[in-house]
Each structure stands twice: as structure tokens, then as C-alpha cells.
């Protein structure tokens, strides 16, 4: 039902549904983004939905990246800049974005995510090689690497 009423497919943009392998599957979504915690194994996921399903990985440190770095297809940093979506919340920054880059190498994906504004892409756009908005709280969405998708005010 889902795959029906979104039409996807016919327009230049990539499904990644959060949180829920199962829904993301059946619906023949492009992948699905796992939280940092999550119990999902990759492999089998792949095996289920292809070899081409995304799958990506939240993470909030060096040693959660090192961790999922052969397992996911990306890793998604953050919080870069207080959100709306984490009020309250302590961004680890740009400086965890650097220090990941370091640890995983130039080629791997990572997109740094969290209070991403014009007045601040800069700062995570020259170390991310995807950084994309995926939070609808903010108002920025800075595209480079996937396909034109994010929700939200702002995206070009």
C-alpha cells in the first residue's frame, strides 16, 4: 500500500524508511537507516531484499563507526548543531564528523546531520561526502551524493 501511494520509483529519488527493516522491505524500499543501536543484521537484510537495499547506521562515535564501517553503506553523524529535533540535547559537532572522516577514510559515505543551516553547511559539507538534510525540524537541506529527496523548507 505504501509503495501505491508514494510513487517513488517514477521520480530521480532514493526511499530510505528509518528505523523499521521489515516495513522498508515490504514496501520495496530503496533501504532503511538503523539507529546506532538496533539488532538488524545487514547481511541478512540484503539477502532479503537485494543486494542493492541501503542500509545505513546512525552513529555518535569513532568506535560506533569502526564498528558498522563493513556493514553499512553509510553512516549518518550527528548532531552536528542543536536541532529542533533533539531539544535539549549536546551536538557532538563538526569535530566528531573530522574525526570520523579520519578514521573511515576519504571514500566512505557519511552524512552529517543535525541544525544544518546555510549559515553552517560549510562546516559539514567539506567532510561529509553525502551530507543530507533528513530531520523535518530544520530548515536547511544541503544535497550532494544522493538523488534530489529530503522533507522539508529550504531544499534545492
Same mark, same amino acid.
Given at each position: 500500500?505504501?509503495? =501505491?501511494?508514494? +510513487? ?10 528509518? !528505523?523499521?527493516?521489515?516495513? %522498508?522491505?515490504?514496501?520495496? %524500499?530503496? @533501504?532503511?537507516h538503523l539507529p546506532e543501536l538496533a539488532r538488524d543484521d545487514p547481511a541478512l537484510l540484503k539477502s532479503r531484499a537485494g543486494s542493492e537495499f541501503?542500509?545505513?547506521? /546512525? ?11 563493513? /556493514?553499512?553503506?553509510?553512516? =549518518?553523524? @550527528?548532531?552536528?548543531? +542543536? /536541532?529542533? /529535533?533533539?531539544?535539549?540535547? !549536546?551536538?557532538? @559537532? ?8 579520519? %578514521?573511515? @577514510?576519504?571514500?566512505?559515505n557519511l552524512i552529517g546531520v543535525g541544525g544544518i543551516e546555510k549559515s553552517n553547511v560549510t562546516q559539514v559539507r567539506k567532510l561529509s561526502l553525502? +551530507? ?25
Open positions: 500500500m505504501l509503495r =501505491q501511494a508514494v +510513487p517513488w520509483d517514477s521520480h530521480d529519488a532514493k526511499l530510505v524508511l528509518n !528505523t523499521y527493516a521489515d516495513i %522498508a522491505i515490504d514496501a520495496r %524500499a530503496h @533501504g532503511v541501503l542500509v545505513g547506521r /546512525s552513529v555518535h562515535s569513532v568506535e560506533a563507526a569502526l564498528r558498522f564501517l563493513d /556493514s553499512a553503506d553509510y553512516l =549518518q553523524v @550527528g548532531t552536528m548543531f +542543536p /536541532s529542533n /529535533s533533539h531539544p535539549g540535547k !549536546t551536538p557532538e @559537532g563538526p569535530k566528531l564528523l573530522k574525526e570520523i572522516r579520519a %578514521a573511515v @577514510g576519504d571514500s566512505f553525502l +551530507p543530507v538534510k533528513i530531520d523535518v525540524a530544520d530548515d536547511y537541506c544541503f544535497h550532494a551524493g544522493f538523488r534530489r529527496w529530503c522533507i522539508g523548507r529550504g531544499c534545492h
